[in-house]
């Protein structure tokens, strides 16, 4: 069985929290059941630094996933192919759930319950916003009621491209939540009410306002000693025009827009040319052999 499990920017300016944009960089899991114990592959982002073991994500999502359906599956090898960089703010540790919930699915022969998935995946990842993108494809909003995740998925309008410019140090999530303030103006936070809902308009019908519509008053600045590279550059990127935000918890900036708006990366820095994966995560069984 083969899961293909994309990467996922969430907050996308103004949406702290809740926006989440599924993308065309993708984690691959091959799960083949059998034997009695379990073996991890890891090629590619994070190989040689997560842990091979029962502690490793898409492991522990696997088994959550089966003990929810209540199936039971006596072995698995489990290979990794990792495109989506770790500790950058790409959604890579929602891809690792989303993927390994979605591989307990495809186990147990069921097909997958994406509702379900967000729920799981949201007790697994802390916060439903990554998790939600990866689950439902598109440009989706999260919120939880009481503890349960939910998200509604909204398609996005044709032509939409992301630019995803990555540099090569990491951000831990944890750290930068850290640095955001208990108390914001309520200038700031009605300014941050009224772009979040005008970004809803320009990403599934307005593209020409992505660019106000990404003015973000509540996070991205509070963050900038953790990134002051990230800042600089989607100060740099808004100047001239292009709507770039900080993806995630950073330091990855993205660029919304239609394709081929062209800004050469920082020195050390990779630029993915990606579009908007419109489906999620996806599982395909394959022929023996
Ligand atoms: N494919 C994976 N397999 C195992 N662990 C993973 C995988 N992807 C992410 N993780 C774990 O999640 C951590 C990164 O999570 P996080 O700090 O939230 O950054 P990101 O923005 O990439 O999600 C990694 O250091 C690793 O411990
Ligand atoms: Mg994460």
Redesign the pocket.
């Known amino acids: 069985m083969r899961v293909r499990v994309p990467a996922t920017s969430a907050n996308l300016g103004p949406g702290f929290d809740a926006f989440g944009l599924a993308l065309t960089l993708y984690?691959d899991l091959i799960v083949t059941p059998g034997g009695s114990g379990m073996t991890v592959q890891?090629t590619g982002?994070?190989e040689g630094?997560?842990?091979l073991d029962e502690s490793?994500?898409?492991v522990r999502s696997i088994r959550r996933g089966l003990e929810d359906l209540g199936a039971a599956v006596p072995g698995f090898t489990l290979r990794?192919e990792?495109r989506?960089?770790?500790?950058?703010?790409?959604?890579?540790?929602?891809?690792?759930i989303v993927?390994g919930l979605a591989a307990a699915y495809g186990l147990a022969g069921v097909p997958v319950d994406r509702e379900r998935l967000v729920v799981l995946a949201n007790e697994l990842?802390g916060h439903p916003d990554?998790v939600a993108a990866a689950a439902l494809g598109g440009f989706t909003i999260a919120w939880t009621e009481g503890e349960t995740g939910r998200a509604v998925r909204l398609a996005t309008t044709d032509g939409l491209a992301a630019v995803a410019y990555v540099p090569d140090n990491?951000?831990?999530?944890?750290e930068a939540r850290g640095l955001l303030p208990g108390v914001v103006p309520h200038t700031d936070a009605s300014a941050n009410s009224g772009k979040a809902a005008l970004l809803v308009a320009a990403l599934t019908t307005r593209p020409e306002l992505l660019l106000t519509a990404t003015e973000d008053r509540l996070h991205q600045e509070y963050r900038e000693p953790a990134m002051p590279e990230s800042l600089a550059l989607v100060h740099k990127l808004r100047a001239s025009g292009l709507a770039a935000v900080v993806?995630?918890?950073g330091p990855?900036v993205v660029v919304l827009g239609a394709a081929d708006r062209s800004c050469p990366p920082p020195d050390g820095w990779e630029r993915h040319d990606l579009r908007i994966d419109p489906v999620g995560v996806q599982v395909w069984s394959m022929e023996a052999g």
């Not at 703010?89 to 929602?94: E, P, T, V, Y």
């Not at 990491?170 to 944890?174: C, E, H, Y």
């Open positions: 984690d890891v982002s994070g630094e997560v842990p490793h994500l898409v990794c990792n989506i960089p770790h500790g950058r703010g790409l959604g890579s540790s929602s891809a690792a993927g990842e990554n990491r951000v831990l999530t944890k993806s995630g918890a990855t």
